[in-house]
């Protein structure tokens, strides 16, 4: 612990023993120089005459407050005078200040006034830190004045913040550019501000007791910034540390769990109809070609495998139970399955927190943590690993291979997953219901989808991070090789968090959630549409080499639509070269659209399609392709897929992987040509213009943030 | 003309005949007055001591600012001085502003020095006045300072602006709470800015040649407003007056067009894959019953229907000819149609001025202006009605009947109308191409809709409005009746206007778009496919009673998602009444939860799905229901489906029509569950959670600016 950290630890000790839950003005001014954050010059003064020495020596103008613990909204006192410019002033002031106070609260303790130097700057703004109870430490900065008041203009960070995330949290306000001065200022000073933050960040990591921070307002100018006004707030009940096992012990179980080679079905059942019945027929039907073991206390064997009276009968290495009895039964069986020294336990049933059996819940999660056993659920369909033919799950069995991992923490929503996959003919990888979430939660999945080469994208519904910050770490890490979606339901149904300070009150939960995940490199969707189709859209989309995006349709009216989608996703139509204008213009009739969009028009017959789709596939400037399709009797909708796809392989014969999009208007004919193009791992939507770009966008958000382009 | 507009008009004429385009602040300042708009006292000082003089009079503090109509930033020539609070003071910045200003543009013709009351107030708004080529004046309001530069803050509406909506926009900018005061502040007086905006909007109304009007700053107080700085620029070109028929002569023409009992499709002809061909086999084979005539230089006969060398020839009256031949010919043929007195042709060649040739298309319209015959298109693919069975296309037939009306300006669009509804099987009254929009344009269509009973929603793609003055007026009527929906296509790719003003510049067209749309009662569709999925569910749903939705779902995680999309668009849960609960309650299951959503949980046979929706439909406070469906063995898709439409249609016969959408997630079987659906005018939607609540909020959208709820 070096000197910062003791004098503050100090601090923090006194006001425990004191059992303050909040620090005074003079001790969080300590905390802030402490961590070289600036301050205003000051001192304490207890009597009118005091004041008026006090003020002299820290020079005019000043700033006089009252100091009171028990007064924590000095204006609403009456406990602030402004502008004080002379000694008769600063007696005044005084007089004043103890009189308001003493009307507005009798019985408060007041320790004197507060004289202040009173700082100036161009630009008021905001920085604090929060607790929050999944993500923990969060620091916050936000444009001042009616900005953040009115706009909530406002962003967050974990703490501790580097440098480069502070910096870059100053450009994240939507308000960012009054930073580089407007209406003629200066701009301020980005490194201080970057700097205070920092200092913010490893204040409150350094000292977990500090709840809130408010420095309000930080006063910016082209030279410095200093923090007129401290609050910080106190909380000495620690949450008790997250159960949280190494990385390589999470992966070891994971894998066990994920690709066993030997599973129990507890609660198997030969009578049609049960859930233990459909795991069964499941694992068998889906071409599983492990062991399975059914558990059952009297058969002999259920559908067609020898039968077990307890997983401590079998005698091979079992890797996974999934568990199908009733809720009751699970914490006694689970004794068994850490006798037997199984990884992983399934929890099939509901019956547990959800309608209110928090306590048996939390028997079961005791019984596996004394055994070292993971469990997926409880209140769940199961889980599917088509690479190993694995339908762990009552539902029907899904075997399309691909390298996309889905996970869902509402089994409806895990049935809309399984939907739209098989009617898309969706490659996964993985499929896996989460529920309650007792034990194993997304990041012990994204951790092990990190490793599993068999998976390339992962898609997860979420609607709460039980610890979020272990989730932001571990995205963090994977999304930097494999694109991450997350649907966060529940973002607008929260109430409002109990928050004593400025900052609090400005943490709503989405807010937090949508800067950690952009800070963690995840792609968010919007809705749960969005997020399946990004799932089936980024693993098949080629990584974009750079920026520049060309529009290319049939239909001016599509490109239009295109431009605007592109604009709306922050995707950059490339400025056309002049040599790659006129090599279009070969191809087009004169009174077609050359610029980007370049628009062919309608009446051309397929040769067109053909030869400027190849010419903006063979262009290196060209990084992704938007096609607007139009349906035509010259160009039919099933010729133009044909046509499309062989370009396409004709490209990637020659090494040539860019993104293509594509965007089909006409008659129905158009569904069929899109499904085609789906076959050829090509995006087309019909009656769409948003979807396909937006689904290119997703595909960019993670190459940036991934540093490839 | 009264004194007030008298006085103006002299000043503007003056301004005139001294070929300025811009007024001097004196005159400025004069306009202001005699339309009752505050401004600061003030006074000309041509000298130090006048400078010192005038300030006197007006009492300090006061401003100070170079008067010269050469030099526009005044602040950017050292012409500004604010704060002068003594005679010294204003002799000494007379001087340093002369100084200044001849420093900059030693050329500058300087009239003096502007001495002015130094206003003061708690809030910067600015007030101004732009013309648009489409929408003709517009009044702005937006919030000052940072709010405006950064967040470009502002509302537009169509001048003059109504002393309701002048109020309306105080409410609409983002931060509309600003004017209630925040910080302690007292809010400000909202009647004086209202009155001010007024006042602008009269101005610009009475004197077209004002160009544009800025404002800025207003300073508002708890007391009132006053207009620091105006500025007013002047264009004496007039656009000419734009072609407009009454109502009723419009109206005449377009049910001859939409509704005709005789159409001449001009270059009919006998080969298959021609154009004319295509036409005469649609007319005929969608069942057409009035007179079809084909035009053709030689044919006896087209496609079994007598053939005519010219409209001339023809006996009975015509209402409507239909123009397949090649653009060139336009113009002369339709000379004889104009001799034969059709009121209408549709012109579907394209080569008109999206080739460039905009001399072929105006000397088409000469000839249509000339014969009072009004044109559709050129360059579309014709159009629907299909309560006469009427295909004027070349597309293949529609016949799919229903209360939509859909328009687009492009022929891609069109075509993903086409295959969209049919896939869909939405029921439509029409589908039109406007194309290059010679002459019949979207307000045309608008005021024909509006009478036809066969319609009940219109639904436009929209790239540019010709005259956006008309088409708001007519939509602002129409919307009052049934609902308007609008995709306006190009809103990011259009450049910056030319503006020399502040609000010129904060012009955006999207901007002044979305406004005027909102203004007008139109439902403005952002994507594609929310244009096709509004026109498709706006015409099912009834209109709700009231704002109380209820979600019903058997999949909390559904419900978690619908209560996201609920808040995305502006819908309110219903509080749920304690009765209510305790009815709810009977039907589910102990640990389901009740409240709003209200969960039946995932296990629950169709009985509780009936008893539930039963009760939600039943009950007179619960407005509009939606539904989550989660597919289960126990109420498999179908079996819901069957339930939902016979629920519904009890309701039904009892009178009870309330808006109920549903989202489906489960196996692929929802997606027939949700067909089926869709066949007893239920909206469901399969693998979605997010648009079915955006089809609900559209009708809402539409019932509360009709006044309905």
Known sequence: MNDQTTSVA????????????????????????????????????????????????????????????????????????????????????????IANATAHDADAAVDGVQVQQQASGDLEVIVGAVTDPSFGKLVAFGLGGVLVEVMRDVTFRLAPVAAEDA?????????????????????????????????????????????????????ASPDGAIAVDARILLDFDQQPARYRPGQEEILTAMRRIMQPDAVAVIGASPEAGKIGNSVMKNLINGGYEGEIYPIH????????????????????????????IPAPLVPRVLEEVGQKEIPGAVLIPSGFAEVGEEELQQQALDVARKHNIRLMGPNIYGFYYTHKNLCATFCTPYDERGSVALSSQSGGVGMAIIGFSRTNQMGVSAIVGLGNKADIDEDDLLTF??????????????????????????????????????????????????????????????????DVLRQSGVIRAMTLNDMLEYARGLQVLPTPQGENILILTG????????????????????????????????????????????DITGGE??????????????????????????HTIITPPMVFADLLSEEIERARGKGIHKPVVASLVGDVEVEDAARKLMEHDILAYPYEAEKPVAVLAAKYRWARQAGLI
Request: some cysteine; hydrophobic content about 40%.
């Open 297 to 324: 206390p009297r058969a002999e064997e259920v559908e067609g495998r020898k039968a077990y009276t307890s997983v401590t009968e079998i005698d091979g290495q079992v890797d996974v139970a999934v568990f199908c």
């Open 167 to 219: 910096a870059g949290m100053l450009t994240s306000v939507r308000g960012a550019e009054i930073l580089d001065g407007v209406r003629g200022q200066a701009g301020v000073d980005r490194a201080a501000l970057a700097g205070i933050i920092e200092a913010v960040g490893k204040l409150v990591s350094d000292h977990p007791e500090i709840s809130e921070v408010d420095l309000n307002p930080v006063l």
């Open 605 to 630: 017959p397929p040769t067109t399609y053909q030869n400027t789709i190849r010419l903006a596939l063979e262009d290196e400037r060209v990084h992704a392709l938007v096609l607007g399709y139009w």
């Open 555 to 598: 239909a001016g009216g599509s490109g239009v639509l295109l431009s605007d989608a592109c604009a709306d996703n922050g995707l950059s139509l490339m400025s056309m070269p002049d040599d790659l204008d006129a090599a279009f213009r070969e191809y087009i009739p004169p009174f077609g659209a050359s610029g980007n969009p370049v």
């Open 449 to 514: 989808f990190e490793q599993d080469d068999n998976t390339q994208v992962v898609a997860m519904h979420v609607e709460d991070l039980k610890d979020g910050r272990s989730f932001a770490e571990v995205a963090s890490r994977v999304t930097k090789q494999k694109p991450v979606v997350v649907l966060k339901a529940g973002r607008t149904s929260l109430g409002a968090r109990a928050a004593r300070s400025h900052t609090g009150a400005l943490a709503g939960d989405d807010q937090i959630y949508d």
């Open 10 to 97: 100090a601090i923090l000790d006194a006001a425990k023993t004191a059992g303050r839950d909040s620090l005074s003005a003079a001790d969080a001014r300590a905390l802030c120089l402490a961590y070289g954050i600036p301050v205003p010059d000051e001192g304490l003064a207890t009597s009118a005459d005091e004041a008026a020495t006090v003020s002299a020596e820290i020079g005019y103008p000043v700033v006089m407050k009252i100091e009171s613990p028990d007064i924590l909204h000095k204006s609403d006192a009456g406990g602030v005078v402004v502008g004080v410019d002379s000694e008769d002033a600063a007696r005044a002031a005084y007089d004043q200040i």
